[in-house]
């Protein structure tokens, strides 16, 4: 009497559950980066299908080949021919040879062009000026000031579609990473240090933002919103923006405590507070370049003090 394996029933079917369970979360998952909006996000959609494809190349022939072999050469299949001395052939190993070398030299190409085209300083071209927007990462979360309006935001980016946008990006603290999926380039933010990069929205639309490098315990709620606006909507923002508080050195340093923050508007920026926060001096002390042109001096003319009194070195006027 042959029993019932009750055992590999429930793994087959836990499998089967796991299985079907997974790709219920996956029908979640956004394509972002396959979505893009903006000509930055369509360029690094394009190089990704065009990359993807020449590598399928190979791989489908393989995994066909690799049934079809299994299949005709097994064991019952008496038809088939039976060459167990065969070890070489040409014509494999030309194939096998250069089929890869011409995709990794498509590949090596397209790659150079488009490190080049896509590179995060290369203007975009588009109608008027380029909006300049100056974002600083915070523990945990972002900061957007506009120069030429005067105003600041925080955890919310607005930008008019159509026109491209010149980032200059830096860090308070630690490393991060700025990233709008459908805009397309990740950039890093580091302290003392200032990145660039040119993105442009096609269309207006609500864009996810986020930190794409780990920062501490707050990193999965960095997250922001780009809206691409028409011009009407972008100018209602930023009057919007201009009812809202000032950002001067009190305010900032308050900011820069850790932890989430809630969209905010500021109507007023202090003067030279980017510079101050990129020369790592937003909160007193004397800033880095400051330091280096003083380490310069220093350098030129050693053994000199680097400032003298000028009650010591002006002589007086002994003439009547």
């Known amino acids: 009497m042959q029993c019932f394996n009750w055992a590999a029933k429930a793994k087959l079917v836990s499998r089967v559950g796991l299985l079907a369970l997974t790709s219920v979360f996956l029908s979640g998952c956004e394509w972002a980066v396959m979505d893009p909006k903006g000509p930055v996000g369509e360029g690094e959609k394009n190089l990704i299908l065009l990359a993807v494809g020449l590598m399928l190349l190979v791989v489908v022939p393989v995994i066909v080949m690799t049934l079809v072999f299994a299949w005709r050469y097994r064991a019952s299949n008496t038809k088939a021919v039976y060459a167990p001395n065969w070890s070489h052939s040409n014509a494999i190993e030309v194939v096998v040879w250069t089929i890869p070398c011409i995709i990794i030299l498509i590949?090596?190409?397209?790659?150079?062009?488009?490190?080049?085209?896509?590179?995060?300083?290369?203007?975009?071209?588009?109608?008027?000026k380029p909006l300049e927007v100056q974002v600083v990462s915070l523990d945990w979360k972002w900061l957007f000031i506009y120069p030429e309006y005067g105003v600041?935001?925080?955890?919310?980016?607005?930008?008019?579609?159509?026109r491209t946008v010149r980032f200059k990006l830096t860090s308070s603290g630690v490393m991060n990473a700025f990233f709008i999926p459908q805009l397309g380039t990740q950039v890093y933010t580091m302290p003392g240090m200032q990145s660039v990069l040119n993105?442009?929205?096609?269309?207006?639309?609500?864009?996810?933002?986020?930190?794409?490098?780990?920062?501490?315990?707050?990193?999965?709620?960095?997250?922001?919103?780009?809206?691409?606006m028409d011009a009407a909507a972008?100018?209602?923002?930023?009057a919007t923006a201009k009812q809202g508080g000032v950002l001067d050195q009190p305010a900032y340093i308050k900011l820069m405590t850790r932890g989430t923050h809630a969209i905010t508007l500021y109507g007023k920026v202090g003067d030279g507070l980017y510079y101050r926060i990129l020369n790592r001096c937003a909160e007193g002390g004397v800033c880095t370049d400051d330091a280096v042109t003083m380490a310069a001096m220093k350098d030129q003319s050693p053994g000199k003090p680097l400032c003298l009194d000028p009650a010591k070195t002006i002589k007086p006027n002994t003439k009547g």
Request: glycine content about 10%; overall charge neutral; hydrophobic content about 40%.
């Open 152 to 162: 600041a935001s925080v955890n919310e980016l607005a930008i008019p579609a159509g």
């Open 107 to 128: 590949l090596g190409t397209v790659t150079w062009i488009t490190t080049h085209t896509l590179d995060p300083r290369q203007p975009i071209a588009s109608n008027g």
């Open 234 to 238: 972008f100018k209602t923002w930023v």
């Open 199 to 228: 993105l442009k929205a096609d269309n207006p639309g609500s864009y996810e933002g986020m930190s794409a490098n780990y920062s501490g315990r707050g990193f999965a709620d960095m997250h922001f919103v780009a809206k691409a």
